[in-house]
């Protein structure tokens, strides 16, 4: 019996093998114990597992000779009185088809689409085939029937080729294609999937088109709009000055000529933008012009009231010829010298620009250093002598008197103190300074 079990065992594999050499088939199986649980290897498991040779339950895993492979019958066979379920179908020896007489070939059904039933003499048989089947797993094709098994084909292709779903079979329903997830979680990207190349994260633009915020990205939050304060252009031809507030571009009323007033044209009240003397409420000025604007008084006349215009060359605030329009209203004795006007405390070698050294206009030309210079009171402790500021003795000129304007001549800058009474005068070369 024992010789009996192995002998079937070897003919089982060999039938497999050739199966699949003919089916052309390259899809090796695990070897039987290797990785589904057959503890008298016979090829069946308990649990009944695909990993297994074959994949019906083993009801009696002890016995190589009792699995859903053998049979049990004919009538007579020491199978139909041998106690045991032979072909784990849960009919014993006589209660099972293959023990009774029959009379018909359908008596002799098994409901194993694997075994072409028959009756003969009475006796069922049941003679396997190799004829395709489903073996109820919708992840193989190509089902065959083997030592009266369906045994599972070549595994089911699911691949759809998209780079896009994540491709697996399920034994009961086959092939699913569940979408891939591009999220990666940063606010800063556009996930989308191609079906060639799969997850594609491109940046996120955050340009809003507002020149007056500075657009970035967060990755936790996503586009981040900051307020600016740069110069914009708001597309109002009656404001200037646009700059950026708040994240709007604003700007002030037009006002071409810079005198604070506003063009009329533009809401505002200045009559001439062009013209920096002329607005609402301007003073008549004495250029030629009217400076006021309509609803001012005086409007439409010119120069009306006005002193005669100042003509100031050095901008000293004072006119020649005199003018109440000026800053001061006396002439200036020489008006391109802004140094040279009337009361001027200004002291100089040189003269004003027209030979004379009258800088305070009031026609003399008076020297900054008159007299004499002398060293007095000689004392012999402690030793000193005392300074009297002035010119060197011969540069006195019985004409001119002491140096005139511009003229340089020896000027005491110190006394000497000597012995016996005596001090030495020590002079340094000066221009005469005149105003």
Not at 282 to 310: F, K, S, T
Not at 406 to 425: A, N
Request: glycine share 12%; net charge negative.
């Amino acid at each position: 019996m024992r010789w009996n079990s192995v002998f079937k065992l070897y003919c089982m594999f060999a039938l497999i093998v050739a199966w699949t050499i003919v089916a052309g088939i390259d899809q090796p199986q695990p070897p039987w114990g290797a990785e589904c649980n057959d503890r008298d290897q016979d090829g069946y498991g308990d649990p009944g597992s695909q990993v297994c040779p074959h994949p019906e339950r083993d009801c009696d895993d002890e016995r190589p000779d009792v699995n859903p492979g053998e049979r049990e019958g004919p009538l007579g066979d020491p199978t139909c009185a041998d106690g045991l379920d032979n072909n784990c179908d849960g009919l014993v020896d006589a209660a099972d088809a293959g023990c009774y007489e029959c009379f018909y070939d359908e008596d002799c059904d098994d409901e194993n689409p694997c075994t072409e039933d028959q009756c003969d003499g009475g006796v069922c048989s049941h003679v396997a085939t190799t004829q395709p089947c489903d073996d109820h797993n919708a992840c193989t094709v190509g089902d065959i029937c083997s030592r009266g098994t369906c045994v599972g084909g070549p595994s089911l292709a699911c691949d759809d080729e998209d780079a896009c779903t994540t491709d697996a079979c399920d034994p009961v329903v086959g092939c699913v294609h569940e979408e891939v997830i591009c999220y990666d979680g940063n606010a800063c990207t556009t996930d989308m999937c191609d079906p060639l190349t799969g997850c594609v994260h491109g940046a996120v633009s955050c340009d809003d088109g507002n020149p007056c915020t500075d657009d970035s990205c967060d990755p936790s939050t996503g586009c981040v709009h900051t307020s600016n304060t740069l110069p914009c252009d708001d597309g109002d031809p009656c404001t200037m000055n646009d700059r950026c507030e708040a994240g709007i571009c604003t700007g002030v009323l037009l006002d071409v000529d810079g005198d604070g007033y506003a063009s009329s044209s533009c809401g505002g009240s200045d009559c001439n933008d062009s013209n920096g003397t002329v607005y609402t409420g301007a003073p008549e000025l004495c250029d030629g012009i009217d400076n006021q604007c309509p609803g001012d008084p005086g409007y439409g006349e010119v120069d009306e009231g006005c002193q005669p215009p100042c003509i100031d060359h050095d901008g000293d605030g004072y006119g020649s010829p005199a003018s109440s329009s000026c800053t001061y209203p006396e002439e200036d004795c020489y008006d391109y010298n802004p140094n040279a006007y009337p009361g001027s405390t200004y002291w100089s070698s040189t003269h004003r620009g027209d030979g004379s050294f009258d800088y305070n206009c009031d026609g003399v030309e008076t020297k900054r250093w008159e007299g004499q210079a002398d060293c007095v009171d000689w004392q012999p402790s402690p030793p000193s002598c005392t300074p009297v500021w002035g010119w060197y003795p011969g540069c006195y000129d019985p004409v001119q008197g002491w140096p005139s304007c511009g003229t340089p001549c020896p000027y005491l800058i110190g006394c000497l103190w000597k012995w016996m009474g005596w001090c030495d005068p020590t002079y340094y070369e000066v221009v005469q300074e005149c105003r």
